[in-house]
Every structure is written in structure tokens, then in C-alpha cells.
């Protein structure tokens, strides 16, 4: 076991390094939201104009916006994120994503190819969680969309006044920069926005005080006489009226509250105050396909195996789930290292794009691990030798545009509570392969630059790097390789792939919604959240999701 001591020393480090970050910050105090309080204290019964299902990143925009003219009710499964000091803080951003408690505010599930990943449980939803970085969407997206460009750019503003800021670059991030100019990735396209190929420093929704801001800072919007935020609120079904209707017609929900009472919430048309009422699903990309199957609507024999009453066979429910897969280097330092998240992107043409992340707890960010049942290999022992005393490190990593593999989502049983199954098909398709390795090949070139020699021991050869990363991913792929040391980029990718939260899919436009997001074969029932994309936009969905919502 004397073999595996150094490993066990580069963690004990790189916690320290974590530990040692300068800048902690108390969490920041709820606002006055007279709107928000606790399902438990929901009438039996209510009407509402509009009823939205998913507190979370287009949740809350779509609430705030609505309520300037009608009655919404949003139904959010889990607590506020305000006075959680994990949520707010950039220092203890990795403290959520780790948290397994029944009640945390990141419910982690793992997808049937193996791979660790998070689903939000918290007003806010991935704003509460995410990395903070804010880049808009790629023009080409918005204009498969069908979207109003004027209307984008506006909406994207009336965002950006409450919850965007420019991030501060330091030594390793700008380093990271510089190098992916070095290496071929231009223009310098400096702060900016705009998806345009190049090398630029994005937005952040984290202030100059490292707090975090999330979508419900954008509840501010919201006319608070006409808005009800109920928290701990699951739906457990979609209610439909289906007699003398041309087509089933959502009328209400069924939600329990955290002490497991029921209640019920209806459209107020059915009081004959007017037809636009609508039910408006946005519980992201897993819990709107899982709630259409819980409520009837989906694959046929699917329902029937759930036991679920047929309302709509709809076989395109839970299809085209997909997952950016994201591969990564470590990269230990010799010079002191800041924390810091996502800040800048290199946008390239070969179907990747490069980001970075430094001196955070990143063992615990990606579920990394030490070895325990193999030796550790030659060709790694002079870059232990050197990273046993580090005590700060980055990561580099790329993220695969698309991807072109896609999969699927089934429930598991009628528990709303309960994760789906979802199969992501990782590298299915040759294309995503190959942009995995187009990537790490501009990594490499990166960590080898002349701007990153100060962030790298020039005794630790890149393969060295890559023979850490391996050992110290942990999933549980079926089809995971057993070599001991690096073979090749593709074999990498495929042993060490890991998620960056960007999965999308399971209710597509054109698919199961149409271009306006109303769901295909019933009335009064939309979609809006990244359940809808048939690609995630740009490098990042956070944007997007928070400007469609509004």
C-alpha cells in the first residue's frame, strides 16, 4: 500500500490549497419577497392565471415576467437558496454539489452510462449551483429557434442589469488565455458576450465579493400582489380536462408539500376569468420529461408498463437526451495559484471549446478519487515526486459542441421524487470522439505554451498529466479501459469522461413542442427550459435558459 501514499498526499495538498483560499464571504440575506413562503401554508385548493412547475433558471425570469399582467403561481420542489453560505460563496462552491443530504439542493443521480452527474433542487435552480459563467447563445441557435432577435438582446439585458459582472482576471486564468492565443485560438476577442470563434473573457454571476446571484435576484421584477412562490412544492401530475375538448386540455396540478400534504392548483379559467390561462413546465431536462410520463403523456408502452393511465402516446417524450461531455487536465503549480471558476473560453472550429477552473477543491467537484487496488505506474513516479508537495492546481478542460451521440430517459416508477433512468450514449457517435481529442490536443498545446510555463513544473511531462487525470476520475463506466498508463487521447476520453451539467433534451422542439413551446397534441400546456434544445447553446446554456424565461 506504500505505493499509493504520494497520491493521498497530492489530495491532502490540494485541499489545503483549497482551504487556504483568502476571501470567504457570509452568505447574503434573503430579500423581502413577501410572494415566497413554504408549500405547507397552500390553501387546498387555489386559481391562478398561470401556473409554472420549476422555480429554476427560466423558471424564475418567466414568473417575474408574467406577473406583471396576470396571477402565477410557481411551484418549486426545493428551498430557497438564499442564507445557504455554500450556495453564495464562490469558496464553497464545490461544498453543494457534494452535498447528499435528502434535502440538498443538488440531487445527484448517475446516468446508466456510469457518469456522476447533479440535477438542481433549489429556487434558482442551476444559477444556485453552476460554475457562474454567462455567455449568449451562438447566432445560429437563435436563428434555428425561431427567436425575435431584438427581443433576445433585450431580454438578455433586462437580465444582465441585476445578475451579470465582469470577472477579474488573475495570473493562472490569464495565463490559461494567453496560451490559448499562443496556440492558435484567436482573435483576442477580450470581454465580451458575443459567441464569436476566438479566444475572450466572458461574464460571471459571481460580484467583485466572489457572492453568487442567481435567478431569483431577478424575482425583484415580479409584481408581488400577483406572484406566489411556493418551496418544498413537488407535483406529482398534470390535470387534464378531456370532455367535450378537441384535444385534452391541462386545467391543473396535484403538489405535496414538504410534510407530504396535498393540494391542488387550477387554471382560473375554470372560474371563467379568461382563455389564456396556461400550465407552463419548466423543471429542466429531466423532471419535464418525467413529469409529461407521470402525467400521461409519452411512449405508450411505456406508461402502460408504470402503470400510468395513456393520455397522449407520445413516443418522442424522454428521446434526444444528451450530455456535453467534458474531458480534463490537472495541472499542479509550482507558483501560487488563485481560485477561480470558469472565466474565459476558447472558442475553436474543430467542435470544442476550452475553459479552466483553478486552485478549487476540484477532487470533490468532478468526484475525483485515489487509487486502491493497483500500483502505481513508473512512468508517473517523477511527477509524483514533485506533485506530493504542491499545494495549489488547476484544471483545463474542453467541452464537446453538440454532441452528436444522443439517448434517452425512462422513469424508474411513479415517484416524482425519484431520479430518472437517462443513458447519455458518451462517444456513441466517431464525431464526438474525435472533438474530445481535438481538444485535448489544444490543452496540451496550452499547458506546453510559453504564457503557461509559469503554472507547470518543466520536469512533469504532459503524459504525466494525463496518467494523474486518469487515476483520479472516478465513474463507473462498464466499458472503462483497465490499462495502467496513457495509451492514446481517444482511450482517455473515453476512461475519463466526466459531465458539465449542460445536459439538454427530452421534450425538443419540433419533436415534442412546437416553435412557441406549446406541447404538441393537448392545450394550455408549454415547456420552457433546456429539456427543449436539441443542441446546448454556445458554451454555456445559463444565458439562454435565463432569456427565454423572460
Known sequence: MEAFGPWRLILVAIFAGFLHFQGSCSSDAAPNYTFMQEATNAPPASYYDYIIIG??????????TLSQNFRVLLLERGGSPYGNQNIT???????????????????????????????????????????????????????????DLDLVNRS????????????????WQSAVRDGLLEVGVLPDNGYTFDHIYGTKVGGTIFDKDNHRH?????????????????????????????????????HGVIFKDGAGNEHRAYLSKEKGKGSMSEIIVSAGALGSPQ???????????????????????????????????????????????????????????LGTYIEALSRIDF???????????????????????????????GMIFEKTIGPVSTGYLKLRNRNPDDNPMVTFNYFKEPEDLQRCVNGMKIIEGVVNSKAFSNFRYPNVTVEALLNMTQYLVKNIQPERSNASTFDSLEQFCKDTVVTI??????????????????????????????????????????????????
Open 214 to 250: 442567481t435567478a431569483v435576484d431577478l424575482l425583484q421584477y415580479a409584481n408581488p400582489s400577483r406572484l406566489t412562490v411556493l418551496l418544498h412544492a413537488t407535483v406529482h401530475r398534470i390535470l387534464f380536462k378531456t370532455e367535450g375538448q378537441s384535444k385534452p386540455a391541462a
Open 363 to 393: 477532487v470533490r467537484f468532478f468526484g475525483l478519487t485515489t487509487p486502491t487496488n493497483e500500483t502505481t505506474p513508473e512512468t508517473t513516479k517523477s511527477a509524483l515526486e514533485t506533485i506530493e508537495r504542491l499545494q495549489n492546481a
Open 55 to 64: 422555480g429554476g433558471t427560466a423558471g424564475c425570469p418567466l414568473a417575474a
Open 156 to 171: 438578455y439585458e433586462w437580465v444582465e442589469k441585476v445578475m451579470v459582472f465582469e470577472p477579474q482576471l488573475r495570473q
Open 501 to 550: 451539467w449542460h445536459y439538454h433534451g427530452g421534450c425538443q422542439v419540433g419533436r415534442v413542442v412546437d416553435h412557441q413551446y406549446r406541447v404538441l397534441g393537448v392545450d394550455s400546456l408549454r415547456v420552457i427550459d433546456g429539456s427543449t434544445f436539441i443542441d446546448s447553446p454556445g458554451t454555456n446554456p445559463q444565458a439562454t435558459l435565463l432569456m427565454l424565461g423572460r
Open 89 to 147: 460563496n464562490l469558496a464553497t462552491f464545490t461544498d453543494t454539489l457534494t452535498d447528499t443530504s435528502p434535502t440538498s439542493p443538488a440531487q445527484s443521480f448517475v446516468s446508466e452510462d456510469g457518469v456522476v452527474n447533479t440535477r438542481a433542487r433549489v429556487l434558482g435552480g442551476g444559477t444556485s449551483l453552476n460554475a457562474g459563467f454567462y455567455t449568449h447563445a451562438d447566432p445560429e441557435f437563435v436563428q434555428k429557434a425561431g427567436l
Open 291 to 349: 413529469l409529461l410520463i407521470l402525467s400521461g403523456i409519452g411512449p405508450a408502452q411505456h406508461l402502460k408498463s408504470l402503470g400510468i393511465k395513456v393520455l397522449l402516446n407520445q413516443p418522442m417524450v424522454g428521446q434526444g437526451m444528451a450530455d456535453n461531455h467534458m474531458n480534463f487536465i490537472v495541472v499542479p503549480s509550482p507558483s501560487p495559484v488563485e481560485i477561480s471558476l470558469v472565466q474565459q473560453v476558447g472558442i475553436t472550429r
